[in-house]
DNA sequence: ACGATAATTCGATATCTCTCGAAATGTCAA
DNA sequence: TTGACATTTCGAGAGATATCGAATTATCGT
């Protein structure tokens, strides 16, 4: 990933309302939710949710499609995944021992099941 | 964590010469770097660096101390930690089975050690 | 106490972005 | 094709932030 890049998405999520649509659908999951439901629930006109959806779009936080008269928005999943690896990239140098922070286990997405998840 | 914080936190971030700066420091380590070393590596004057420095420090992002005339400054990981927690919270409305992308994985701290990693 | 070093604060300019209404675009049902 | 709906694009004013040199504060060795 391009510092660049990554410069995008991170001013995409250093917004109110943006942050707010972000977690929203992170929240909502792969269905996602469409653009005017999304103004509905963050309080701000259709002009403006499009400006921020645009944003967050292009900085590769949110995938869209079209459904019928309807756009959908949903979390890049890929995108996010990519953005905080390249900010925790080479941690610590590469050495195990210094760094045990468990930052992976706290933002970990929809938890694996019970039964995995004490396995591990 | 309060939606403002994480705003602050992201806005820090997303800036070219702080992402490189958090992202140096989270390579560096716990030990962490003074002021000047930093400055050298991604090259600005002295009064630009502290300004930003003073900026992630506030956004909870790093942790300072002084060491004689030199002041420290290394990744906050706990508040890192905090800040993608607040970002991917209650991810697909906490039902597993939706969204297993494995974020939690690739932005992993430090990996385990082969052994353990393995026995996951 | 003094000079040297390390870092921060100050001040001013330039650049970028948020915001909304109005208008335009695209999609659908009849 | 016509009208209605969903969303985006446009335009302009208000507010926020990056940048650097100069001045200031803090710490150390002698």
Redesign the interface.
């Known amino acids: 990933m391009e510092?660049k890049a990554?410069?995008?998405a991170?001013?995409a999520?250093?917004?109110?309302t943006r942050?707010?649509v972000?977690?929203l659908l992170?929240?909502?999951?792969?269905d996602g939710l469409n653009a005017g439901d999304i103004a509905a629930r963050v309080g701000v006109p259709a002009s403006t949710l499009s400006h921020h959806l645009g944003i967050l779009e292009r900085a590769g936080l949110l995938r869209a499609w079209r459904v019928q008269r309807q756009i959908y928005y949903a979390?890049d999943?890929?995108g996010?995944?990519r953005l905080?690896?390249?900010?925790?990239?080479?941690?610590?140098?590469?050495?195990?021992?210094?760094?045990?922070?468990?930052?992976?286990?706290?933002?970990?997405?929809?938890?694996?099941?019970a039964i995995i998840q004490g396995a591990?």
Chains 1, 2 share one sequence.
């Not at 999520?13 to 109110?16: D, F, T």
Request: aromatic share 8%; with cysteine.
């Open positions: 510092p990554a410069i995008g991170f001013a999520l250093a917004q109110e942050l707010g972000f977690r992170v929240q909502a999951g792969p979390t999943y890929d996010t995944r905080l690896d390249f900010l925790m990239q080479d941690c610590c140098g590469g050495v195990p021992e210094l760094c045990r922070t468990d930052i992976a286990k706290t933002i970990d997405c929809c938890p694996k099941p591990s």
